[in-house]
T-cell receptor
Framework: NAGVTQTPKFRVLKTGQSMTLLCAQD?????MYWYRQDPGMGLRLIHY???????AKGEVPDGYNVSRLKKQNFLLGLESAAPSQTSVYFC?????????????FGPGTRLTVT | AQSVSQHNHHVILSEAASLELGCNYS??????LFWYVQYPGQHLQLLLK??????LVKGIKGFEAEFIKSKFSFNLRKPSVQWSDTAEYFC?????????????FGTGTRLLVSP
């Protein structure tokens, strides 16, 4: 069981470039999430998905798009990167049951936009 | 909107000192409460969680937290910290009014334990 994996681990982009971050989970979780972590601001939810083919906006969705074409994968796209998107990005997943509503996190992707 | 407050942004302790990190949330309905820990260079890991029942919850590595509904608080405690507890600690809440779908995180508390 690999849990939640993220690709890539590090990336440097120039302003205006695009990229896609990949999150994969092998726990058959229904829900998946993308967060960004910035110093002094905790984790903020970008987008999330409650099932294959569904996505929803979180707290800070602007400048990002997502897709959940397969249950095990959740992609985060930056169409035109900006320095304000320099951050550490975490993916997470969870079951849909209220009883065990714990999120499992990936190792993170450190993105720098110059 | 829900919010989670962690008032201590940085805490420095010596080994064997007792720890209490504060967490308050703003939502008045049914909530689930979590503490996550992030060791340097690592991803977030669940420390403990409260869904219902006994308001005193015990987690891994000797940590515990107490849910006090009347104070909207879920403070994290450990009687005697170790150097290996140096990490960032996040309180998080999800609520029935969002179908328990979304976690709202506090801004985190950085704990430094000196040997």
């Amino acid at each position: 069981n690999a849990g939640v994996t993220q690709t890539p681990k590090f990336r440097v982009l120039k302003t205006g470039q695009s990229m896609t971050l990949l999150c994969a989970q092998d726990m058959n979780h229904e829900y998946m999430y993308w967060y960004r972590q910035d110093p002094g601001m905790g984790l903020r939810l970008i987008h999330y998905s409650v099932g294959e083919g569904t996505t929803a906006k979180g707290e800070v969705p602007d400048g990002y798009n997502v897709s959940r074409l397969k249950k095990q994968n959740f992609l985060l796209g930056l169409e035109s990167a900006a320095p304000s998107q320099t951050s550490v990005y975490f993916c997470a997943s969870s079951y849909s049951s209220i009883v065990t509503y714990e999120q499992y996190f990936g190792p993170g992707t450190r993105l720098t936009v110059t | 909107a829900q919010s989670v407050s962690q008032h201590n942004h940085h805490v420095i302790l010596s080994e064997a000192a007792s720890l209490e990190l504060g967490c308050n949330y703003s939502y008045g309905g049914t909530v689930n409460l979590f503490w996550y820990v992030q060791y340097p260079g690592q991803h977030l890991q669940l420390l403990l969680k409260y869904f219902s029942g006994d308001p005193l919850v015990k987690g891994i590595k000797g940590f515990e937290a107490e849910f006090i509904k009347s104070k909207f608080s879920f403070n994290l405690r450990k009687p005697s910290v170790q150097w290996s507890d140096t990490a960032e600690y996040f309180c998080a809440v999800n609520a029935r009014n969002t179908g328990f779908q979304k976690l709202v995180f506090g801004t985190g508390t950085r704990l430094l334990v000196s040997p």
